[in-house]
């Protein structure tokens, strides 16, 4: 059974332009909410067994500047200040709970001070930027430049519909998050290779890359595609369902991730490594363009 | 027959896992009396009605299992509460007795980290410009001094944006002349000709010399300290240039091993000013050598600057409750280098008071002009008063703070105090019962998973599923074996990563075998399909599982704590997952056409 991907390419390039539109804008709009790791701050939750002390303890608290208190099932209770330097808050509510310090159990507590936090969002960039450049010098070893070039798009299309997706949900961008993303990252390219090494090897015959050779390509890894994505994915709904609240954040780019990877993978980076080729052969052979720079080398050396 | 010993070898090196850990307590006996300490904790436990798991000796120490960590701690604090100084307790988590054979050979379980354990973690941050600020200042001091004695005029010596100093001079000529003869005299400091003045910092070298004594230095106090509290497998490293990061596994009083870890305190002992009045100094008139302190009450008293007794000259410390009314008390004794001049002062002194004032300092964050900057406050109060009445040996007991004042100045002085402020830039406290849930969560999910895969590629390619299940079985025995024998620290993300890696390394397996249903459409030779198909899935392989691994490197080295477990198993898994689908899937399938099993039907 051959699908002719090709074919409603145009389709799926305006489905990708529209959603990449909305993603940006609600990043814009939405913007996102950083984790405590990169805003700086304190996250406390406690677990209260006595309603009410319960109360009583979130009535202090609530007089605090900037605090969020939220309340769970089971008279659990998670504090937010998400500030960078909160120095006398944190005192302040040290104080309100060492006063009812038996009626308390601890369940976590997240102190990230301000210099922590810059050091992370200046590593985040940091590895960022590494892990583009890595990418492209890699892809553009191991095949040819066109394809690094059509794959670094294809990713920065899966990351800005991540980050929309985040913004959207009102996900936090904690730094499982980040790491979610990461791997979102590698999970990607690792499909968009595995296609490309297949039309790698087609080129072997032809010397071109045309419509055809994708077309072929992705056929013969569809199969591969479809059951690899399932495996993952199943292993990702495992975590969801068991781990829960936990490892929420993470479970869930990635799983959105991967199905975003998959899709970008078949129709994007192949689209447009073939348009990109196909416009650089164009630029190269089109006597138009070369004929309109000799005509302006002329305007130049003769004066008016 | 290399694959059955790597084989067996990583079922050895992985089943530690599989027994766990058991709360445990070390009771030391610490003099050399010949106590039965078995027996008197044996007799201990029945009275208390603890119950434990086993309780047996090993090398003069007593080790008593627990069932649970709540048990532990509820014995360890009741037997800390005893105050015998004479016997150390410590709090560890042991592997299990049944794997004594196992240890042998160096087989343990992996290390759990805090989000799986329970715990604290902190990173503190060490303020070293202010020592290196205060060991300019001296050389200043001795600066001023060579100057005038040379004779060289100069208008003045000021600070400049806190941190360096500069020479004014009146008359540039003086000042090439001026710098050769400081260049000799001092050779830590870098002088540099500006205009009409020098130019004075510290060398890079000194700098850096300075801030590696200090931090070594305060980890090792640090370490100490952490000991006095019990807990015997904590780390304490430093990171980057003025960090240190310190974790405390299974800990139960984390206010106070917070305030035992960041405190700068010590004891002076200082002369009361009885010359001048204090009622005149509060009104301004402060006596050039003397200076006001307060005490709990908030009464003033004038003390003499020149200290008596310093912190430093403590030897050592422990708490206690005094002989005569049982208040809580210090029991300090001295440095025999300064028993001499402490003797002679006492002697001199007889009859006259002298404050015993608790010194401590710590640093806060303020906002100054929109940034923030640490500022270091200092707590001086005086404890107590005590007339002088004879001269003073190197035993002696100080009253006046509270219990766990009296215990935790103990620690502090016993430790030795901290060469530069300390402050708390990050804190992470997870709660033992969360450490627990999420240690079975985690657990569960792989098992899950693991089961879902073997199912769904059994029913897909039926015998060759078979084989990509042995090879996935066997990729992950030799993760976990990987990650116990280098000892990385598992956190909850590192589960995590266990779950991915499974996806992951299914893809490479799933290359193959397409390949293999392909070209069985083109031949039917066995052999010919099964080393075609490597062949060509080979590159694919390669490439897609380098990329992944870039990533998880890059993770790796750029993320932290619990991202730097993830990236570390991501990244050991796909290696694995590279070797088995790579050299050894291909072992497998030859063995079993060797054994003629028709993998392809």
């Known amino acids: 059974m051959k699908i002719d991907f090709i074919k409603n390419s145009k389709y799926f390039i305006i489905l990708s332009l529209i959603a990449c539109i909305v993603s940006i804008s609600s990043i814009l709009i939405n913007k996102i909410d950083m984790g405590l790791e990169f805003t700086g701050g304190i996250e406390i939750e406690l677990y209260v067994k006595n309603r009410n002390i319960l109360k009583k303890i979130t009535n202090e608290l ?243 | 027959m290399i694959i059955l010993l790597l084989f067996l070898f990583s079922i050895l090196y992985s089943l530690p896992n599989l027994y766990g850990e058991d709360p445990a307590l070390i009771i030391n006996s610490k003099s050399n009396k010949n106590i039965n300490l078995l027996d008197n904790i044996k007799k201990k436990l029945d009275f208390y009605n603890i119950e434990c798991k086993s309780i047996y000796t090993n090398n003069d120490k007593v080790i008593i299992r627990f069932k649970s960590t709540n048990i532990q701690f509820e014995c360890f604090n009741l037997f800390k509460n005893e105050q015998n100084n004479e016997i150390s307790y410590f709090l560890n988590m042991l592997p299990s007795n049944k794997l004594y054979y196992l240890n042998k050979i160096g087989s343990y379980p992996m290390k759990l980290g805090l989000d799986l354990r329970g715990g604290i973690h902190i990173t503190l941050k060490v303020n070293i410009k202010n020592k290196i600020k205060n060991e300019l200042k001296g050389k200043i001091k001795n600066l001023e001094y060579i100057l005038k004695n040379k004779n060289i005029k100069y208008k003045d010596i000021r600070e400049l944006n806190n941190k360096n100093f500069e020479v004014i001079f009146e008359h540039v000529k003086d000042i090439e002349n001026t710098i050769d003869i400081l260049k000799n005299k001092f050779k830590e400091i870098n002088f540099i000709k500006n205009k009409n003045f020098i130019k004075i910092t510290l060398k890079r070298v000194k700098k850096l010399e300075i801030r590696n004594n200090i931090i070594n230095q305060t980890i090792l106090i640090l370490s100490n300290r952490i000991n006095e509290l019990g807990i015997s497998d904590s780390i304490v490293k430093r990171v980057g240039k003025d960090r240190i990061a310190i974790e405390i596994p299974g800990i139960q009083d984390l206010d106070r091993a917070k305030r035992i870890l960041g405190k700068t305190a010590t004891l002076s002992f200082m002369l009361i000013d009885t010359k001048h009045s204090i009622n005149r100094a509060i009104r301004g008139k402060i006596p050039k050598n003397s200076k006001i302190y307060y005490d709990k009450n908030n009464n003033p008293f004038l003390i003499k600057k020149k200290s008596v007794l310093d912190g430093d000259s403590i030897v050592y410390a422990s708490s206690g409750f005094d002989e005569q009314f049982n208040k809580p008390c210090i029991n300090i004794k001295i440095n025999t280098d300064k028993i001499k001049n402490f003797e002679k002062i006492t002697r001199k002194n007889i009859g006259k008071p002298m404050a015993i004032i608790y010194k401590e300092n710590y640093i806060i964050n303020k906002k100054v002009d929109n940034k ?181 490197i890059i993770l790796f080295l750029l993320g932290s704590g619990p991202i730097k477990g993830f990236a570390f198993t991501l990244s050991i898994g796909i290696i694995t997952s590279m070797y088995c689908s790579l050299f050894l899937i291909k072992n497998v399938i030859e063995l079993a056409l060797i054994k003629n099993i028709k993998i392809l039907k």
């Open chain 1, 62 to 304: 609530a007089e605090i500047n900037d605090i969020k208190i939220e309340n769970y099932y089971n008279n659990n209770i998670k504090i937010k200040i998400k500030k960078k330097n909160i120095d006398k808050a944190k005192q302040n509510i040290e104080t309100i709970l060492e006063n009812k310090k038996k009626y308390i159990e601890l369940i976590s507590t997240d102190y990230i001070g301000s210099e922590i936090s810059d050091d992370t969002i200046k590593n985040t960039i940091v590895a960022t930027i590494l892990a583009v450049i890595s990418m492209i010098v890699y892809l553009s070893i191991r095949f040819q430049y066109k394809f690094a070039i059509g794959a670094t798009i294809t990713l920065l299309h899966d990351m800005i519909l991540i980050l929309g997706m985040i913004s959207i949900m009102k996900i936090e961008f904690t730094i499982a998050a980040l790491a979610a993303i990461f791997t979102v990252f590698g999970y990607s390219i690792n499909d968009t290779v595995v296609i490309f090494d297949r039309v790698r090897e087609n080129i072997k015959f032809k010397k071109k890359i045309d419509y055809i050779i994708i077309n072929n390509s992705i056929n013969s890894t569809l199969s591969r595609t479809l059951i690899t994505s399932i495996s993952t994915l199943i292993t990702i709904i495992i975590l969801i369902i068991i781990c829960g609240k936990i490892l929420f954040e993470f479970s869930i780019i990635l799983l959105a991730g991967i199905i975003i990877g998959t899709y970008s993978s078949i129709y994007i980076s192949t689209i447009l490594t073939v348009n990109l080729s196909n416009y650089i052969n164009n630029i190269k052979f089109n006597s138009k363009i070369n004929n309109y720079f000799e005509k302006i080398k002329r305007k130049v050396r003769t004066p008016k």
């Open chain 2, 372 to 552: 923030i900057i640490n500022k270091e406050e200092k707590i001086r109060k005086i404890i107590n008063i005590a007339t002088i009445m004879s001269s003073l040996s190197s035993n002696f007991q100080i009253t006046g703070l509270s219990i766990q004042e009296s215990k935790d100045t103990a620690i502090i002085l016993r430790s030795g105090n901290l060469p530069a402020t300390v402050s708390i830039i990050e804190e992470k406290i997870v709660g033992p019962t969360l450490g627990e849930k999420n240690v079975k969560n985690g657990m569960y999910s792989i098992l899950v998973s693991l089961l879902l895969i073997i199912i769904f590629m059994f029913y897909y390619y039926k015998k060759l599923g078979l084989i990509a299940n042995i090879i996935l079985i066997f990729n992950l025995l030799l993760l976990t074996s990987l990650m116990s024998i280098i000892g990385i620290v598992l956190t909850l993300p590192g589960l995590a990563g266990i779950v991915l890696t499974i996806g992951i390394s299914i893809d490479s397996n799933i290359l193959i075998f397409e390949r293999i249903k392909e070209e069985k459409k083109d031949t039917l030779i066995t052999e010919y399909i099964i080393s075609k198909s490597f062949k060509n899935a080979h590159n694919s392989i390669i490439d897609a599982n380098c990329t992944t691994l870039l990533i998880g």
